[in-house]
C-alpha cells in the first residue's frame, strides 16, 4: 500500500472527528509575564461595535496557570467543558449552565492543554506524567509517564495517544491502557522557545513540527518516518535570532492539504501524502492557524491577523489593530474570529472583512490559552483561573 493511499484514508476517516487542540505558547521562558510584554503593546481604539459578547456564566478553576503561564487550555465534547489548573485540580462543567458535574484533585503540577474525546480527558504534568480521566466522574483510567515534561495537548486516533514532550520525543501510548507503542527522538537546538508543536493525528500517521524547524509524518504503526522536511531554516549569528521552532499545530483539510506555520520562518501548505510544497507565504507564527472554508488565519508573532486565501497563500486582509498585545492563537465563533489578549480582552474580529467587531473584558490577569469555541459559544479561560463562557450575537 503506498504512503499516498495510506494517508488519504486516515485523512477521510479521522478528519470529522480531530480537534485542531490548542497550545498558545510564551516566547521564551520567562518572558511570558503580563506586565512585562516583548513589545509596547498597541492602545485599544474605539471601533464600530456590531456583535454583542454576553455573559452567560463564570466559574473560577483553581488557581489558574501559575507564575510559568503553562498553556492548560480547557476542552469541549458534547454538553461539558473540561478545565484545569497548575496545582491539579480538574472540573467538569454543563456547558450551558456552568453547573460543576464532578471536580477533582491529582495532586500534581499539571503542563498541558486538555483533550476531551471519546469519553475521556487526556492531560500531561510537569514531570512527564500522561493521564486518563473518565469524562462522567473524573475517576482516573490510567496514568503512565513520557520522557519530560509535556506542554502540548495529548492527541489521539482510534488506538493511540500521541504525546510530544519538550526534550523533542513523541510517544504513541496505547490510547486504552496507556502503555508505550512507540518512541520518535528528534535532534533539538540548544535554545528552543518554551514549548513544543501539537502533532495531527490520524489514524495511520502522525504529522508533528519539531524545534529544528523541521515537519516530520510518522507512520503510527511503528514511529518511523514516512518523509520529512525543513519548513523554516535557522538563521543569523545570535541562538535566538537562529529559533525556527514548529510550536503550533498542524492543520489538514479535508482535501488532504496541510497547513504549517513556524516561527522566524514562513506559513506552507504541503500535499499532505508526500509533503509536496504548493505554496508559502513570509509569516512568522508560532501559533496554530485555524482554517475556515477557503480561508486560512493566522495570528503572527507581532499580533497581527492575517487572513491568506488557502488555495494560493494570497493575502486577503491583515489587521494590526492588536498588534504586540500577545496574542492567543485564534479560535472562530459564527462568522468571527476569537482572539484573548496579554490585558484580559476578547476580541472579535470579522471573518471576511477583517475588522474587530466585538470586544470584552474577561479579567486583568490576561488570556493566553486559546478560547474554546461551539456555533455561536466561546469558553475562555484567565491566567487567573476564571473560566468565562459567553454568547455572540447577532
Not at 153 to 169: E, K, M
Not at 199 to 213: E, H, K, Q, T, Y
Request: with cysteine; glycine share 10%.
Amino acid at each position: 500500500m503506498t504512503i499516498s493511499t495510506v494517508i488519504n484514508r486516515g485523512i477521510s476517516k479521522q478528519l470529522a472527528r480531530v480537534s485542531v487542540g490548542a497550545l498558545t505558547l510564551a516566547l521564551l521562558a520567562g518572558c511570558a509575564s503580563k506586565g512585562d510584554p516583548a513589545f509596547t503593546p498597541k492602545e485599544l481604539r474605539s471601533f464600530d461595535e456590531t456583535s454583542s459578547l454576553n455573559t452567560q456564566w463564570k466559574r473560577t478553576v483553581g488557581d489558574g496557570l501559575g507564575h510559568a503561564r503553562y498553556p492548560i487550555a480547557p476542552s469541549r465534547e458534547g454538553d461539558t467543558v473540561f478545565a484545569a489548573d497548575v496545582e491539579g485540580v480538574v472540573m467538569a462543567m454543563n456547558a450551558n449552565s456552568g453547573d460543576v458535574e464532578w471536580e477533582t484533585d491529582l495532586n500534581t503540577t499539571i503542563s498541558s492543554a486538555l483533550t476531551a474525546i471519546a469519553g475521556q480527558v487526556y492531560l500531561a504534568t510537569g514531570n512527564g506524567e500522561v493521564i486518563a480521566l473518565d469524562q462522567n466522574d473524573g475517576s482516573e483510567s490510567w496514568r503512565s509517564r513520557v520522557s519530560s515534561e509535556v506542554l502540548a495537548a495529548p492527541q489521539a486516533n482510534q488506538q493511540l495517544l500521541v504525546v510530544q514532550s519538550v526534550d523533542g520525543r513523541v510517544t504513541a501510548l496505547d490510547r486504552a491502557t496507556g502503555e508505550e507503542r512507540w518512541v520518535y527522538t528528534s535532534s533539538q537546538p540548544s535554545l528552543t522557545l518554551r514549548g513544543t508543536g501539537t502533532p495531527m493525528v490520524i489514524d495511520p500517521v502522525s504529522f508533528v513540527g519539531l524545534a529544528n524547524g523541521r515537519l516530520a509524518t510518522l507512520d503510527n504503526r511503528s514511529g518511523q518516518p514516512l518523509w520529512d522536511m525543513q519548513i523554516a531554516t535557522p538563521q543569523g549569528r545570535s541562538e535566538v535570532e537562529r529559533l525556527v521552532d514548529l510550536s503550533g499545530q498542524p492543520i489538514i483539510s479535508p482535501d488532504g492539504r496541510l497547513f504549517v506555520t513556524s516561527y522566524n520562518g514562513r506559513v506552507v501548505a504541503l500535499e499532505a501524502t508526500q509533503g509536496d510544497l504548493l505554496w508559502e507565504a513570509n509569516l512568522s507564527s508560532r501559533h496554530t492557524p485555524i482554517l475556515v472554508g477557503d480561508l486560512l488565519f493566522v495570528v503572527t508573532d507581532n499580533s497581527q491577523v492575517v487572513a491568506l486565501d488557502a488555495n494560493s497563500g494570497r493575502e486577503i486582509w491583515r489587521n494590526d489593530d492588536l498588534q504586540d498585545r500577545w496574542l492567543t492563537a485564534p479560535a472562530f465563533a459564527d462568522g468571527r474570529l476569537v482572539v484573548g489578549d496579554f490585558d484580559g480582552y476578547l476580541h472579535l474580529i470579522d471573518a471576511r472583512e477583517g475588522n474587530i467587531v466585538g470586544r470584552t473584558r474577561v479579567h486583568s490577569s490576561g488570556i493566553t490559552v486559546r478560547p474554546v469555541t461551539e456555533g455561536s459559544t466561546i469558553h475562555v479561560q484567565a491566567n487567573n483561573g476564571r473560566l468565562e463562557t459567553l454568547e455572540v450575537t447577532p
